[in-house]
């Protein structure tokens, strides 16, 4: 980065200080001048520089990779000779400090989206029952999202099924920064599951008041930015989690993902009449497994049946009495489900087959639809003229 720096001279602070404003905290994704992160800056006479950064935790995962950007980007700077980077941890008063910041002022316990100035749109992916794939499409449609210039987010709700770590390749641990806990990434989505919390493959035997503490921390606790699409990967049914979700995210569309079985259809029917119950929108109806194609022909064997996701559209239409469209039917491709055992989504590896190029257009309708201020208080009051 170039500088006024007379040639031969030292750089000066500033122009030092500029070059760290370009360094983002790998999990904030905000610069480290900005969350008080820059401990000291020393420039010796020979251009040699010295910083002191605070990590958060002393544990911090991404200390290495800090050190890096903040040595490149020091090093960009005209004058500078050699750059050390030393580390230090905040302090509890630090700390709490950053936390209140990344709050904007607001209590801890607070979910975000559910505030009436919320612009992150949220899906609640839904099914009666499991095998449906729920799980694949809800990882599918954030990798897609994320892919299209999206900030998006994944809450694995499926407390004692949880798999979307695997399925979207997050071998990352949270970071806890005082009750504020930063999710780790993978493939461009931020994302959260109760696995990254228990040892190995510990089964989680919990009765429905911890499930809902879980999801109350994963919504509020975890620092998740300014999002444009939340999924929450919910458990099969009706159950306790959809409950809490109604009660702490009430805003949250519903997104039901069936068979063309007419047996799952009935029960993916149910799944989303909860609506009614919650007063929640349902967004739409996905198929999944909607066909094999023949390998020798162009022809579709309808494995499992046909008709499904249409027959509980029509049933959820009539029940809410609310136009519930089938958003898309994605056939049956080896490839999505190998893309869920090594961690890469199939609307990445494989974007053009016939499994990733539906699943890539249900994410561009949900994806697309805007961000809008209806039902919003603006905070303007009309003054009368006279």
Same mark, same amino acid.
């Given at each position: 980065?170039?500088?006024?720096?007379?040639?031969?001279?030292?750089?000066?602070?500033?122009?030092?200080?500029?070059?760290?404003?370009?360094?983002?905290?790998?999990?904030?994704?905000?610069?480290?001048?900005?969350? !008080?992160?820059?401990?000291? *800056?020393?420039? =010796?006479?020979?251009?040699?520089?010295? #910083?002191?950064?605070? %990590?958060?935790?002393? /544990?911090?995962?991404?200390?290495?990779?800090?050190?890096?950007?903040?040595?490149?980007?020091?090093?960009?700077?005209?004058?500078?000779?050699?750059?050390?980077?030393?580390?230090?941890?905040?302090?509890?008063?630090?700390?709490?400090?950053?936390?209140?910041?990344?709050?904007?002022?607001?209590?801890?316990?607070?979910?975000?989206?559910?505030?009436?100035?919320?612009?992150?749109?949220?899906?609640?992916?839904?099914?009666?029952?499991?095998?449906?794939?729920?799980?694949?499409?809800?990882?599918?449609?954030?990798?897609?999202?994320?892919?299209? !210039?999206?900030?998006?987010? *994944?809450?694995? =709700?499926?407390?004692?099924?949880?798999? #979307?770590?695997?399925? %979207?390749?997050?071998? /990352?641990?949270?970071?806890?920064?005082?009750?504020?806990?930063?999710?780790?990434?993978?493939?461009?989505?931020?994302?959260?599951?109760?696995?990254?919390?228990?040892?190995?493959?510990?089964?989680?035997?919990?009765?429905?008041?911890?499930?809902?503490?879980?999801?109350?921390?994963?919504?509020?606790?975890?620092?998740?930015?300014?999002?444009?699409?939340?999924?929450?990967?919910?458990?099969?049914?009706?159950?306790?989690?959809?409950?809490?979700?109604?009660?702490?995210?009430?805003?949250?569309?519903?997104?039901?993902?069936?068979?063309?079985?007419?047996?799952?259809?009935?029960v993916a029917e149910r799944a989303g009449s909860i609506a009614v119950q919650t007063h929640q929108?349902?967004?739409?109806?996905?198929?999944?497994?909607?066909?094999?194609?023949?390998?020798?022909?162009?022809?579709?064997?309808?494995?499992?049946?046909?008709?499904?996701g249409q027959k509980v559209a029509d049933g959820l239409t009539r029940t809410t009495g609310a136009?519930?469209?089938?958003?898309?039917?994605?056939?049956?491709?080896?490839?999505?489900?190998?893309?869920?055992?090594?961690?890469?989504?199939?609307?990445?590896?494989?974007?053009?087959?016939?499994?990733?190029?539906?699943?890539?257009?249900?994410?561009?309708?949900l994806g697309g639809r805007q961000r809008g201020l209806s039902g919003m208080s603006l905070g303007?009051?009309?003054?009368?003229?006279?």
């Amino acid at each position: 980065m170039a500088t006024d720096t007379p040639a031969g001279s030292a750089p000066g602070e500033d122009a030092i200080r500029a070059a760290l404003a370009t360094v983002n905290d790998p999990e904030i994704h905000r610069p480290i001048t900005e969350l !008080g992160m820059v401990k000291s *800056v020393e420039i =010796a006479a020979d251009g040699a520089v010295a #910083v002191a950064v605070y %990590l958060t935790v002393s /544990g911090c995962p991404m200390r290495e990779t800090i050190t890096t950007n903040v040595r490149n980007a020091v090093a960009g700077v005209e004058g500078v000779t050699g750059v050390t980077v030393e580390l230090d941890v905040m302090s509890d008063e630090q700390r709490k400090e950053l936390a209140a910041a990344l709050r904007g002022g607001q209590a801890e316990r607070e979910v975000p989206f559910a505030r009436p100035g919320s612009l992150t749109r949220v899906y609640a992916v839904a099914s009666g029952k499991g095998g449906v794939g729920k799980s694949s499409v809800t990882v599918n449609l954030a990798a897609a999202m994320a892919a299209d !210039g999206l900030k998006v987010g *994944v809450v694995d =709700a499926d407390i004692y099924g949880h798999s #979307v770590p695997r399925m %979207l390749g997050a071998d /990352g641990k949270p970071t806890q920064v005082e009750n504020m806990i930063m999710p780790p990434s993978a493939n461009g989505v931020k994302v959260i599951s109760i696995g990254m919390f228990t040892p190995g493959n510990a089964p989680v035997v919990w009765r429905g008041p911890m499930l809902h503490r879980a999801l109350q921390q994963f919504l509020a606790d975890v620092y998740w930015g300014d999002l444009d699409v939340l999924l929450l990967d919910l458990p099969p049914g009706t159950g306790d989690i959809a409950i809490s979700v109604a009660q702490l995210v009430p805003n949250a569309e519903i997104l039901v993902v069936t068979t063309p079985q007419q047996a799952a259809a009935e029960v993916a029917e149910r799944a989303g009449s909860i609506a009614v119950q919650t007063h929640q929108k349902i967004v739409g109806v996905v198929e999944n497994m909607a066909g094999l194609p023949c390998p020798h022909c162009d022809e579709m064997v309808d494995v499992f049946g046909s008709g499904g996701g249409q027959k509980v559209a029509d049933g959820l239409t009539r029940t809410t009495g609310a136009t519930v469209p089938v958003l898309g039917s994605i056939p049956i491709d080896v490839r999505l489900r190998e893309g869920g055992d090594d961690g890469r989504p199939v609307v990445l590896s494989d974007p053009d087959s016939p499994a990733g190029s539906a699943l890539r257009a249900i994410a561009g309708k949900l994806g697309g639809r805007q961000r809008g201020l209806s039902g919003m208080s603006l905070g303007i009051t009309p003054r009368n003229k006279f």
